[in-house]
């Protein structure tokens, strides 16, 4: 061999050896994986590397992979949690509804270790209470949180009871444990909160809203509005007014579970599909992921605590006493799909799907 | 002779534990690897980060093949709300459910029972109490959930359901 090809040979290899990233390392930590169950939190694990002495943990709400790992701060929310000695973490005080990115490297003596290459994404997400704050005698319901076996009812647990104590800190605000957030039709935080729903109001004066974000579940909600005339026919493919209160629809348009599954059962009706697409077109509240809730997510918004509607009215004005479809068929009906009754809550099966019913929009 | 006894018996008691019946085009989101058992009668749900007993209450947890034996006691609501505190796996937290709570349990691609079958063996397909009153009337009701397909409505607090209890994780 030449002395310039041994040196070629040389610099490549040190050329290889310090771009880590073109293959996994073994000392990199493998199965990185993350819980999200909880509110604002999500726990992390992975596999220890044997030899390492200290893990370092990298996050933020962009990828990783585009930048040497040392700049993670110019990432958005990009932080460093240095030095950890176990092989999991649980990183409190995200905000649900957020896609985040991680990444566990393994470390001996101080110096970096391994590589990048594991990066996980997770999104926290919390649960909503019911809304219940009071309690109840066999006679009859109380106005505070008192009654018989009172420290095993529903207001002396989760967040309504740490509204009532309050101890509960909230981001947006809302009745009992709700957290919600009033969102414009570009997307934007509404810059007064506080005020109610008026028929000819404006966003400026905090008087309309498109959307509302629930700040534990992370979900965002179409807001349904009183102004104009409601469609009277939605079976026509000429959706008109498509957020307007009255508004019904038969089941089964886009985004109803299973309407592309070759065993699908029952009947599909694309009557509310103007009503997502219409959504999506118009980036309503700036997003164009717009789709039908599952029941449990519709429950996710049902206030317990009152009825007729049961609702937090004030960020969800225009509310019909009345159902509203969700996007999951019944099991053991093939005509049906689950409906959620906002006069009390109550999940029925019993809405056929031909039966035209209300409907409101989620995303993600 | 021995064998096809065995056999028969087997089917038998096969046929009466999977009456389950379960729909591949609707969506399962309450699969195993949602939750964790932590073989001690108790299962995580890491979606909820709620911790649950395996068993309804009056059926008696099996470690060494991890199942529920026995029948559900039926109870009144305030004999339902009196559990709360019992001593179960080290822990004395336990309490109903609330209505939200309950309904996280329930499995919407299946029915009889809509539940998930293997970290919740024998789950009777019937009534389970919430510890959620009822804001309209009757103010006598309580919340509850029927597990044959996950319907939710209210009833009297004097009428008799089964009971499933469930704790916060850390």
């Known amino acids: ?364 | 002779m021995k064998i096809k006894f065995l056999l028969s018996t087997l089917l038998l008691i096969s046929g009466i534990v999977s009456a389950q019946t379960c729909l591949d085009y609707i969506p399962n989101e309450w699969q195993d690897s949602r939750y964790i058992n932590n073989h001690n009668g108790t299962v995580t749900d890491t979606i909820t980060n709620l911790i649950w007993k395996q068993c309804s209450e009056g059926q008696t947890y099996s470690s060494s093949d991890n199942t529920c034996t026995g029948s559900a006691t039926k109870m009144n609501w305030q004999e339902a709300l009196g559990k709360a505190g019992t001593s179960f796996a080290g822990k004395t937290d336990w309490r109903l459910p609330n209505i939200k709570e309950l309904d996280s349990l329930v499995v919407r691609n299946c029915h009889n029972p809509s539940i998930n079958e293997t970290l919740f063996p024998n789950t009777p397909a019937y009534v389970f109490f919430s510890s959620s009153p009822v804001s309209s009337t009757p103010s006598t009701d309580a919340w509850r959930v029927i597990f044959f397909y996950g319907y939710s409505y209210y009833r009297y607090h004097s009428n008799s359901y089964t009971v499933r209890l469930v704790r916060p994780r850390e």
């Not at chain 1, 009745?175 to 109610?196: C, E, I, R, S, Y």
Request: one cysteine or more; proline letters at 2%; glycine letters at 10%.
């Open chain 1, 1 to 364: 061999m030449s002395f310039f090809k041994a040196l070629i040979l040389a610099l490549l290899t040190t050329l290889l050896f310090s771009c880590g990233d073109g293959s996994t390392p073994a000392n990199t930590p493998t199965n990185l994986a993350a819980v999200t169950g909880g509110d604002s939190q999500i726990t992390l694990t992975w596999n220890g590397v044997s030899g390492a002495d200290k893990y370092d943990l990298y996050y933020a709400t962009e990828t990783f992979a585009n930048i040497d790992i040392a700049n993670y701060s110019a990432l958005a929310d990009g932080t460093l949690l240095m030095n950890l000695t176990t092989n999991h973490k649980t990183i409190t005080g995200l905000t649900n509804g957020i896609q985040y990115y991680f990444v566990v490297v393994a470390k001996k003596d101080n110096s970096l270790e391994s590589t990048k290459l594991n990066e996980i994404t997770a999104t926290p997400t919390g649960m909503n209470d019911t809304g219940i704050s009071w309690g109840n005698d066999s006679f009859g319901n109380n106005t505070t949180c008192i009654g018989e076996n009172i420290a095993a009812q529903d207001c002396s647990h989760g967040r309504d009871a740490r509204a009532i104590a309050g101890t509960l800190t909230k981001t947006g605000a809302g009745a009992a444990g709700f957290d919600f957030t009033k969102l414009g039709a570009t997307g934007n935080l509404l810059a007064v909160q506080n005020q109610p729903w008026a028929l000819a109001g404006t966003e400026a004066a905090g008087t309309q809203w498109g959307c509302v974000k629930d700040n534990i579940t992370g979900l965002v909600w179409e807001v349904k509005t009183d102004a104009g005339l409601a469609d009277n026919d939605t079976t026509d493919s000429n959706h008109t007014n498509i957020h307007h209160k009255d508004n019904t629809y038969r089941w089964g348009g886009k985004t109803a579970l299973g309407k592309a599954h070759a065993d699908k059962q029952g009947s599909y009706y694309d009557d509310w599909t103007g009503l997502v697409d219409g959504s999506n077109a118009a980036a309503l509240c700036g997003f164009n992921n717009w789709r039908v809730p599952t029941i449990g997510e519709l429950r996710s918004i049902v206030h317990y605590g009152v009825h007729h509607p049961a609702i937090d009215t004030h960020y969800f004005p225009n509310t019909t006493v009345d159902n509203f479809f969700s996007s999951s068929p019944v099991s053991d009906l093939a005509d049906n799909a689950w409906k959620m009754d906002f006069s009390s809550g109550y999940g029925y099966s019993s809405g056929n799907r031909t039966q035209s019913t209300r409907v409101r929009l989620v995303r993600p």
